[in-house]
């Protein structure tokens, strides 16, 4: 069976891009999950641990996400019977 990579893609992006932001927003009033947060601001251009750097962690996080779907449905696809 194949994949759609498409909407492989956008649930991935979707889901990494949120997960960020709600992670930092999460951080920025508990200072939960600092560490964390610290490496991933190393990864990210312009994200940091602040409001406003959680929409740039929405941002990247959907682009990386999105990137990350398209290659694992395109691996898939290559892998998947076309027959069944």
């Not at 992006?13 to 960020?20: D, K, Y």
């Not at 740039?56 to 395109?74: I, K, N, P, R, S």
């Amino acid at each position: 069976m194949k994949l759609s990579v498409k909407a492989l893609a956008l649930s991935f992006g979707i889901f990494w891009g949120f997960s960020l932001f709600l992670l930092t927003v999460l951080s920025v009033y508990t200072g939960y999950l600092q560490e964390v947060l610290t490496f991933i601001e190393g990864i990210y251009p312009y994200y940091s641990i602040t409001l406003v750097g959680s929409v740039a962690g929405l941002v990247w996080g959907f682009f990386d996400g999105f990137v990350c779907g398209l290659v694992v449905g395109w691996v898939y696809n290559g892998f998947a019977p076309s027959g069944v």
